[in-house]
């Protein structure tokens, strides 16, 4: 799970395997659906999962 720890969208990129444009495209979607939400550090922006975020992966977890 990419999320479990506050990461940057290069973080999020690399743990998924995935382009930095991609990961921020869909931290921003995540964003907007209130399951990640973005903290600011200095130059950096951090995502933790909301407790909406937490709420979804535990339901899924249960079901898988």
């Known amino acids: 799970q990419v999320l479990t720890t506050p990461a940057t969208t290069g973080e999020v990129a690399h743990r ?3 382009s930095n444009a ?4 869909h931290l921003n979607r ?3 659906a209130g399951l990640v939400e973005p903290h600011r550090s200095g130059i950096r922006v951090y995502y ?3 407790q909406r975020g937490e709420e979804l ?3 899924f ?3 898988y």
């Open 16 to 18: 998924a395997r995935i």
């Open 22 to 25: 991609t990961a921020s495209q």
């Open 30 to 32: 995540l964003s907007k």
């Open 48 to 50: 933790h999962l909301t």
């Open 57 to 59: 992966i535990a339901l």
């Open 61 to 63: 977890e249960r079901i």
